[in-house]
């Protein structure tokens, strides 16, 4: 499940001077978390910023009904928090260590400090914000529009760097699908069986095989039923 959650933009420790995440870290108490501990929950209202510095956070939350739900994965240089801090608004997710993890946690006066005298610690945060608010956009347009088998062959595919590779392999399993995309595990397995009866996956235990990337990418593009947006490189 965890590659199908990585984000492929840029974190903050590609963004920033070495010299700047550095000065950020020195300023900030660095602590340890063991597999599977509770990082924050959900309703919080610690003003912190938070960064990932070794390890992985999963974020999500739980339902009245006992269901979870994945959001998203944090890895090394990704950071949270932002919106306690500045907007005083309470955290949304629950977030949990997976595997050992080292976070460091920078209290809101230090941080804000050096936020107000670096001026690219603000252009940084705005370019991943945007990236943020631009793939959750996506996100919602296609939980509208797009039938479920459309929805998966989309997310198997944010796992792949390079779409000029024939093939590709992906590590889960239809119950992290499921999680993810907040259906049930019948429903899933309907439609990957829909999308390996067209040669689209291959669907192995504990992964699922996409046997020729550009087809599928282009099946996709076909089925969304909106024209695809290109990222321009800058």
């Given amino acids: 499940m965890l590659s199908l959650l990585q984000a492929n933009s840029r974190s903050l420790a590609d963004l920033l001077p070495a010299a700047l995440m550095a000065e950020i870290r020195r300023q900030g108490r660095r602590a340890t978390y063991v597999g599977g501990e509770l990082i924050q929950q959900r309703g919080d209202l610690k003003r912190a910023f938070s960064i990932v510095e070794s390890g992985q956070v999963l974020a999500g939350n739980v339902g009245a009904d006992g269901a979870f739900l994945t959001t998203t ?3 090394p240089g ?11 608004l309470p955290r949304t997710q629950n977030l949990w260590a997976i595997g050992a993890t080292e976070i460091t946690h920078v209290d809101e006066r230090r941080f804000l400090a050096l936020f107000d005298r670096e001026p690219a610690l603000p252009r940084a945060l705005l370019t991943i914000t945007l990236h943020r608010l631009h793939f959750v956009a996506e996100v919602m347009d296609a939980q509208r529009r797009w039938p479920l088998a459309v929805r998966i062959a989309h997310l198997l595919l944010t796992s792949v760097v390079d779409r000029t590779n024939a093939g590709h392999e992906v590590s889960c399993r239809q119950e992290d699908l499921a999680t993810i995309l907040g259906v049930s595990r019948v429903s899933i397995g309907k439609a990957l069986k829909a999308l390996q009866s067209e040669g689209l996956v291959i669907v192995k235990y504990g992964r699922i095989l996409l046997p020729d990337v550009a087809r599928l990418s282009a099946w996709v593009d076909d089925a969304r039923q909106i024209a695809p947006i290109v990222p321009v490189a800058r």
């Avoid at 990704?78 to 919106?83: P, Q, T």
Wanted: negative net charge; proline residues 0%.
């Fill in 73 to 75: 994965l944090l890895n």
């Fill in 78 to 88: 990704d950071y949270f928090g932002e919106l306690t801090l500045f907007v005083n």
